[in-house]
């Protein structure tokens, strides 16, 4: 007897017993146990049972700035419009929202009646999440509403799944180090960027095509991770949305550099101090003395701590540059470097990312 059917035997007997059927919320309940009871898996003595799940991190990208710049009204609008879209992607693709966080939300997929595998369903959804978010991005353009991008991270492992709390509040979640590995595979993914971790790409058997494989260094593992972009889905003729600007992940320092202008191909032996003041992996945002004019180049020497490399290979070009309180602020885009100063940026970016998270 399959679950669906059994819901409905259920639901008749509770209705010829009272009178009234269960509720949406208490069906799903329902489905629930009667899953988890006919999956096998132990159930600890602590009322946790480990389960493999697929777990889903979407993050809405650029949701703080739009807060300071459009009326609270508005906001919440645009929220709400936005976690509306994600709910009913996810639960088309029967996943479960385990919780929402402020402006993002984190989703489990596991076994369903529909029999489909749970990763492929989560990277299905995924694809779903960024087009439906394309869709409503285009709304909100046509009505003068702000633009939002989710920023998407899967992981698939182990987990415990279980109650937390007593009689005054519970909730219903997933606990363990495979949640932690999503959201923070999730953290790197940029605005309208998917990524997953190897687990979940070798269970989705070819479903999504992805691209190249990269590492990932990620608080709590000593060894970089594998993570891969999803690029479509081939079999269903999807895919995913691109975006024609896409920043690297940014980190705020404050690491004094030194810089020379190049003129006609020639470095210039001047040698010039600034601060860095925000970095990412192809440029940084500098504060000067002296104001550099737009599509000037320039050689960078720059100590890079924590990472024990010093560099003095970095080719740049200044994009724009201004004025603020008495100094200049430049942004230079990296246009040459070496493999091993790229390489020890992207470390450094990464491990910043994480530095000031919570234990």
Request: overall charge neutral.
């Given at each position: 007897?399959?679950?669906?059917?059994?819901?409905?035997?259920i639901?008749?007997?509770?209705?010829?017993?009272?009178?009234?059927?269960?509720?949406?919320?208490?069906?799903?309940?329902?489905?629930?146990?009667?899953?988890n009871?006919g999956?096998g898996?132990?159930?600890?003595?602590?009322?946790?049972?480990?389960?493999?799940?697929?777990?889903?991190?979407?993050d809405?990208r650029?949701?703080?700035?739009?807060s300071?710049?459009?009326?609270?009204?508005?906001?919440l609008?645009?929220?709400?419009?936005?976690?509306?879209?994600?709910?009913?992607?996810?639960?088309?693709?029967?996943?479960?929202?385990d919780?929402?966080m402020?402006?993002?939300?984190m989703?489990?997929?596991?076994?369903?009646?529909?029999?489909?595998?749970?990763a492929?369903?989560?990277?299905?959804?995924?694809?779903?999440?960024?087009?439906?978010?394309?869709?409503?991005?285009?709304?909100?353009?046509h009505?003068?509403l702000?633009?939002?991008?989710l920023?998407i991270?899967?992981?698939?492992?182990?987990?415990?799944?279980g109650t937390?709390?007593?009689?005054?509040?519970?909730?219903?979640?997933?606990i363990?180090?495979?949640?932690?590995?999503a959201?923070?595979?999730?953290?790197f993914?940029?605005?309208?960027?998917?990524?997953?971790?190897?687990?979940?790409?070798?269970?989705?058997?070819?479903f999504a095509?992805?691209?190249?494989?990269?590492?990932?260094?990620?608080?709590?593992?000593s060894?970089?991770?594998?993570?891969?972009?999803?690029?479509?889905?081939?079999?269903?003729?999807?895919?995913?949305?691109?975006?024609?600007?896409?920043?690297?992940?940014?980190?705020?320092?404050?690491?004094?550099?030194?810089?020379?202008?190049?003129?006609t191909?020639?470095?210039m032996?001047q040698?010039?101090?600034?601060v860095?003041?925000?970095?990412?992996?192809?440029g940084?945002?500098?504060?000067?003395?002296?104001?550099?004019?737009?599509?000037?180049?320039?050689?960078?020497g720059v100590?890079?701590?924590?990472?024990?490399?010093?560099?003095?290979?970095?080719?740049g070009?200044?994009?724009?540059?201004?004025?603020?309180?008495?100094?200049?602020?430049?942004?230079?885009e990296?246009?040459?470097?070496?493999?091993?100063?790229?390489?020890?940026?992207?470390?450094?970016?990464?491990?910043?990312?994480?530095?000031t998270?919570?234990?």
């Open positions: 007897m399959d679950l669906r059917h059994t819901v409905d035997r639901q008749a007997l509770v209705s010829a017993e009272t009178g009234r059927r269960l509720g949406p919320d208490a069906e799903t309940a329902l489905s629930q146990l009667l899953r009871a999956s898996n132990g159930q600890r003595q602590d009322g946790f049972a480990y389960r493999e799940l697929t777990i889903l991190f979407a809405l650029g949701f703080m700035a739009i300071d710049r459009y009326p609270p009204r508005t906001v609008q645009v929220l709400n419009r936005c976690l509306i879209n994600m709910i009913e992607v996810v639960f088309a693709h029967e996943g479960t929202i919780k929402f402020g402006d993002s939300i989703a489990h997929f596991g076994e369903a009646p529909s029999g489909k595998d749970p492929e369903r989560a990277v299905a959804c995924a694809v779903d999440l960024q087009i439906a978010m394309d869709a409503l991005n285009a709304q909100h353009r009505s003068a702000p633009e939002l991008y920023g991270g899967i992981n698939t492992g182990p987990v415990l799944v937390l709390g007593s009689d005054l509040y519970q909730a219903h979640t997933i363990g180090e495979e949640v932690n590995l959201a923070r595979i999730e953290a993914s940029l605005r309208g960027q998917i990524l997953v971790s190897e687990s979940t790409f070798s269970r989705c058997n070819g095509k992805t691209g190249e494989p990269f590492p990932l260094h990620v608080k709590g593992k060894d970089p991770i594998v993570v891969r972009e999803v690029l479509e889905l081939p079999q269903a003729g999807k895919s995913v949305p691109r975006r024609d600007i896409r920043k690297s992940p940014r980190v705020s320092v404050e690491m004094g550099f030194s810089y020379q202008v190049i003129q191909d020639v470095t032996p040698v010039h101090g600034g860095a003041r925000v970095l990412g992996y192809h940084l945002l500098a504060e000067l003395d002296e104001r550099l004019a737009p599509g000037l180049e320039v050689k960078i100590e890079l701590p924590l990472v024990n490399h010093r560099a003095s290979d970095i080719y070009r200044v994009k724009k540059c201004t004025r603020k309180q008495g100094r200049y602020l430049c942004g230079i990296f246009t040459a470097l070496s493999s091993k100063t790229r390489s020890s940026i992207e470390l450094l970016v990464q491990i910043l990312m994480q530095v998270e919570p234990a």
